[in-house]
């Protein structure tokens, strides 16, 4: 299937099309438009104004949008949706009260990241490419967490040797 946001993607539009391939769509093509010009009439349009999945506002994230859209209860992508809420919040100035402290550091990281790819690789189709191993490692850190969430240097590389050895994923 096609989708269709605004060009130069950025955070929220970086998080959402790795939800879409990853969770929803993996075989999804995505096209970056002038929202002022013509849509394709072919394509999912998501993260413009007057899209058929909508840009952030007050009913939250196009990331949070589609997680609602598609029933997507997975706790480890509610936790990255906390991440891209609180990036969000933080480029808009919004207010930051209702999110965890890990959740505002993080959402400080995605954004960024976000700018410094984005910098690098001005076309959307390489800043998508080079954006999708940051929200696959973030993924695996959460299930990591969830699955065993001990923390400080005795457990470290013992936890790491078993969740590699369950982790489902590997290349």
């Known amino acids: 299937m096609r989708w269709v946001t605004r060009a130069d993607v950025h955070l929220d539009r970086v998080a959402s099309p790795w939800l879409i391939l990853r969770f929803i769509d993996p075989e999804a093509?995505?096209?970056?438009?002038?929202?002022?010009?013509?849509?394709?009439?072919?394509?999912?349009?998501?993260?413009m104004p007057g899209a058929e999945i909508g840009i952030h506002d007050e009913d939250g994230t196009t990331f949070d949008k589609l997680l609602a859209r598609y029933e997507l209860t997975d706790p480890v992508l509610l936790d990255i949706?906390?991440?891209?809420?609180?990036?969000?919040?933080?480029?808009?100035?919004?207010?930051?009260?209702?999110?965890?402290?890990?959740?505002?550091?993080?959402?400080?990281?995605?954004?960024a990241?976000?700018?410094?790819?984005?910098?690098?690789?001005?076309?959307?189709?390489?800043?998508?490419?080079?954006?999708?191993?940051i929200y696959d490692a973030l993924y695996a850190y959460f299930w990591g967490r969830h699955r065993d969430p001990r923390t400080g240097p005795a457990?470290?590389?013992?936890?790491?040797?078993?969740?590699?050895?369950?982790?489902?994923?590997?290349?």
């Open 29 to 47: 093509e995505f096209v970056f438009i002038d929202p002022d010009g013509p849509w394709p009439t072919d394509a999912v349009s998501f993260a």
């Open 81 to 111: 949706a906390d991440g891209v809420r609180a990036g969000v919040h933080q480029v808009l100035g919004g207010d930051l009260g209702d999110l965890s402290a890990e959740s505002v550091s993080l959402g400080f990281g995605l954004l």
């Open 113 to 133: 990241l976000a700018e410094g790819i984005m910098l690098r690789h001005p076309s959307d189709q390489r800043n998508l490419e080079h954006s999708m191993e």
């Open 155 to 171: 457990t470290f590389w013992d936890r790491i040797a078993e969740l590699r050895s369950a982790w489902p994923n590997r290349d």
